[in-house]
């Protein structure tokens, strides 16, 4: 079966550094993407990676790593506005994303 | 410009009502999709559609029926809906549904919909 690991919750302090993990099993695989979504909004799209390395976007960078079926989420100098659930997704041989559940990130001052 | 619209953004009907969701997008994607997603849960896919056709249906109960009039629209239209139907329902696009480099899916805002 097709599966994706990320914690369920983490709480972090105002300008401090997080990072959220996600592990995948998938069959296939085409590129990996972040979201972020605030309760009761869209998903916003917050980065990709296909290949192995680090995509590094302003406060926010992205870790892949394909042999070992992981990828994590950095998130530097983090604001109260960064209080949201992180969506993984992992885009299978078929082209379908498969989602992860969500890491609900609590900030605090 | 990465805008999805969709309309409405709250919509609450009964069970015997008919209903229709729509969303819009001017970004010239070829692949606009249908997803469902309850409180706590990732989104859950229900129909993609690519060059207007329609080439995924995740099994979705005939309740639901989804309808691409162009490439710019995609409509959702709501029958005989059940109380367990009440969720955000967002409406996707990305430039196509297969190879295409990132082929990142922009999501609109949402229908958040509620069945009584």
């Known amino acids: 079966g097709q599966n994706i690991d990320q914690p369920t919750e983490m709480t972090a302090t105002e300008g401090a550094i997080v990072q959220i993990n996600c592990t995948y099993q998938?069959?296939?695989?085409?590129?990996l993407f972040w979201y972020q979504q605030h309760a009761g909004e869209a998903p916003t799209f917050l980065s990709y990676?296909?290949l192995d390395g680090l995509e590094e976007k302003g406060r926010f960078s992205s870790f892949l790593s394909r042999s070992k079926g992981y990828s994590y989420l950095l998130l530097k100098e983090l604001q109260m506005k960064d209080s949201a659930s992180y969506l993984c997704a992992v885009r299978d041989s078929n082209y379908q994303l498969i989602w992860g559940a969500g890491t609900k990130l609590i900030i605090k001052p | 410009d990465t805008e999805v619209t969709q309309t409405p953004k709250h919509l609450v009907m009964g069970m015997t009502n008919k209903k229709s969701l729509k969303c819009e997008q001017h970004m010239g994607h070829r692949a606009m999709y249908w997803y469902k997603q309850k409180a706590k849960k990732p989104p859950e896919l229900m129909f993609v559609y690519s060059y207007e056709k329609l080439s995924i249906n995740e099994s979705v109960p005939s309740r639901f029926s989804p309808e691409c009039p162009n490439s710019s629209l995609l409509n959702l239209h709501l029958h005989a809906l059940q109380p367990e139907d009440s969720a955000l329902y967002l409406c996707?696009?990305?430039?196509?549904?297969?190879?295409?480099?990132?082929?990142?899916?922009?999501f609109g805002p949402g229908t958040r919909l509620t069945v009584l």
């Open positions: 996707a696009s990305s430039q196509t549904s297969g190879w295409g480099g990132t082929d990142t899916q922009y």
């Open positions: 990676n296909v």
């Open positions: 998938t069959s296939g695989f085409n590129g």
